[in-house]
């Protein structure tokens, strides 16, 4: 609305300022003023009415008929001065003139239907797109929460097998996470400090149910702990570190950081390569796409993606984010 108004009052004002940059002259500053106002006045009335009312409510409900009859009475009402001034008394010569520039001022006027026309268009659809991102990105997250949870109660049903009172402050471990993840998460962003204490939480629940076959390392360092950040971005690395890194029969490394440089974060995730047999199906691929298409969806354009199976059989992730 405010860049509209300030849009359309230069292009009313430029040729009374413009004459008076030129002659510093008052009279001529007043005159110009109001020759702009008399000719291009009707364009900014008939384009914000067009843009507010006509467009919205007759344009985009299919009325196209009332839309058409409103825009000529409109064109016609603001343009009285113009289309019936009387012209008799003038010379010929300016008569010619004033019908010229009466014929210009339709077409302007016209225009600014189109223009009005376009530049809602163009709104709708960038509102239609933003709608579309921010229910994907919903969708998205609400896939996270029941895959972290299936995941989480998988592993917790392997430690009640081992230890009893181990699987107690695993359950209060994961009531605090799940805590998080379904009242804290709820809004675009988060604070860095309540994603780096929901990781650190969650990779000493995992470490509970590992052996001494697999080493676990982490190291979160944050200094501006207030930056905020898209919830649950990298849990859904984190567990397939955990998934297809543990192993019970080998020897087995899990290395997990989150470094913050400035305004940039760099996430690291390295294990080693112990892929599940074909049957195993749980939360399958699922973690990998949905982070890769959210990092598309929030921070387009200024993230790094870094995937690969190093010669040591070292699955390493690493991910870069502007924020």
């Known amino acids: 609305m405010v860049a509209q108004v300030l849009l359309l009052s230069l292009i009313l004002l430029s040729p009374g300022l413009i004459s008076y940059v030129i002659t510093h002259d008052r009279v001529q500053l007043m005159t110009a003023l109001g020759v702009s106002g008399y000719w291009l006045a ?8 067009n843009f507010y009312l006509l467009v ?21 009402g603001c343009n009285t001065h113009i289309l019936f001034n009387d012209t008799s008394t003038m010379p010929a010569v300016w008569r010619a003139g004033f019908s010229s520039f009466a014929s210009i001022a339709l077409i302007i006027d016209s225009m600014a239907i189109g223009i009005a026309m376009s530049v809602r268009f163009l709104m709708r659809q960038q509102e239609r797109k933003q709608k579309e991102v921010e229910a994907e990105l919903a969708w998205l997250k609400n896939q996270i929460n ?3 949870l299936f995941n989480t109660l998988n592993n917790i049903s392997s430690l009640a097998q081992i230890d009893g009172d181990e699987t107690q402050e695993a359950i209060m471990q994961l009531s ?3 805590r ?3 009242y804290e998460t709820n809004k675009p962003k988060v604070k860095l400090e309540g994603e780096v204490d929901f990781m650190r ?7 509970l149910r590992c052996n001494e076959m697999t080493k676990i390392n982490y190291q979160l360092s944050i200094v501006n702990d207030q930056l905020e950040i898209a919830p649950l971005l990298f849990i859904s690395l984190v567990e397939n570190a955990f998934k297809h890194g543990m192993n019970s029969n080998e020897p087995a490394t899990i290395d997990v950081s989150l470094e913050q440089q400035a305004e940039t974060l760099v996430f690291i995730c390295d294990n ?23 990092l598309d969806l929030l921070y387009p354009g200024r993230y ?7 010669p040591q059989n070292i699955y390493h992730v690493k991910i870069t984010i502007c924020l």
């Open 272 to 294: 080693t390569n112990n892929p599940k047999p074909t049957k195993d199906r749980s939360g399958s691929g699922i973690g990998l796409d949905n982070t890769r298409r959210r």
């Open 180 to 182: 998080y993840a379904m």
């Open 304 to 310: 790094t993606w870094e995937q690969e199976i190093t």
């Open 42 to 49: 009707p364009m900014a009335v008939i384009y914000l009415i």
């Open 176 to 178: 605090d996470l799940l």
């Open 201 to 207: 939480n969650y990779i000493d629940l995992m470490k």
């Open 146 to 148: 029941p895959h972290f």
């Open 56 to 76: 919205p409510f007759l344009w985009f409900k299919r009325r196209v008929w009332q839309f058409l009859l409103l825009n000529m009475a409109l064109v016609i």
